[in-house]
């Protein structure tokens, strides 16, 4: 798919994964909209990228919605990858017997579960707008789950569920999508040199890669960013999800 002129929304994108895929969007000719809770790292590189920032929480429909109408300002909509993204670490039960927080685990289904289709509906119905290209595409949208979908840990009850259902909804959303010519994918990431990560001592972070097949170190948010743009742009790819992760089977901890 031609994505040259093209308008993309980012959700996630001011930082990491997601800061990673918007640079990358705007060096092939995409005009990117940034919709991000972080105002201030989302200004700063719109301003590098030339795109735009758009203040947005991704489970608040109207602040997704105006994200969306950004895009459409700066050209056809034919591009949405969601990264926004929260994690949460806690045992079913503790070690003392408490159980779960409910509401903590409410919040990260909220926002990686809600927040993601949140970004593929209304980013689809603008692309269903648009003028069909070649084969009557008319536009492809990248998620991001984690290789937690497939091997949570220990404490990843609700991340993992999270992560889990966007593998589920892709391709039941590939096939609502494909009457008005839109692909959508998913990528599994394993560990990821991001600021999510980037609390960690480096003596850890390497440790971390240690536990990787192969290469021994963590992936790099452009590593990422290159194969969102070759989902989006390969008209082939369509339903599926991929996992990024270096062969890694993470253990139960
Ligand atoms: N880093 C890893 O190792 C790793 C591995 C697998 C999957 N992931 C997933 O990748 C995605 C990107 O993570 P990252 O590592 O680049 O992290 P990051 O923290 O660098 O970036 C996440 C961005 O999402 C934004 N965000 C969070 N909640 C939001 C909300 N409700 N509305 C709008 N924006 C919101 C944050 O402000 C931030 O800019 C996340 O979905 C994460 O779960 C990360």
Redesign the pocket.
């Known amino acids: 798919m031609d994505i040259n002129g093209a308008s993309a929304i980012v959700?996630?994108g001011?930082?990491?994964?997601?800061a990673a895929t918007s640079r990358l969007l705007a060096e092939n000719g995409v005009k990117v909209v940034i919709?991000?809770?972080?105002a201030d790292?989302g200004e700063v590189l719109a301003k590098e990228i030339d795109g735009v920032f758009a203040p947005?929480?991704?489970?608040e429909s109207d602040e997704v919605a105006a994200a969306v109408a950004a895009a459409k300002e700066l050209g056809p909509v034919r591009v949405c990858v969601n990264?926004?993204?929260?994690?949460w670490a806690q045992r079913t039960i503790g070690k003392d017997g408490t159980p779960h927080d409910i509401g903590a685990f409410n919040t990260v289904l909220q926002?990686?579960v809600v927040?993601t289709f949140n970004g593929i509906r209304l980013a689809a119905q603008a692309m269903a707008e648009t003028e069909p290209l070649a084969d009557n595409e008319r536009g492809a949208i990248v998620n991001?789950?984690?290789?937690?979908a497939f091997d949570g840990q220990i404490g990843q009850a609700s991340y993992s569920a999270s992560k889990g259902a966007i593998v589920g909804m892709t391709l039941p959303i590939a096939r609502d999508l494909a009457a008005v010519g839109v692909r959508i994918n998913t990528i599994a990431?394993?560990?990821?040199d991001?600021?999510?990560?980037g609390l960690l001592p480096d003596p850890q972070k390497k440790a971390l890669g240690e536990t990787v097949l192969f290469p021994k170190r963590l992936a790099t948010?452009e590593e990422f960013a290159h194969l969102a743009l070759e989902l989006i742009t390969n008209s082939y790819m369509n339903g599926e999800t991929i996992r990024m992760d270096g062969g890694i089977r993470m253990q139960p901890k």
């Open positions: 959700t996630g001011a930082s990491g994964m997601g919709a991000d809770l972080n790292k947005c929480n991704v489970t990264c926004a993204g929260i994690g926002v990686n927040g991001t789950s984690s290789a937690a990431p394993g560990l990821v991001t600021p999510l990560l948010p």
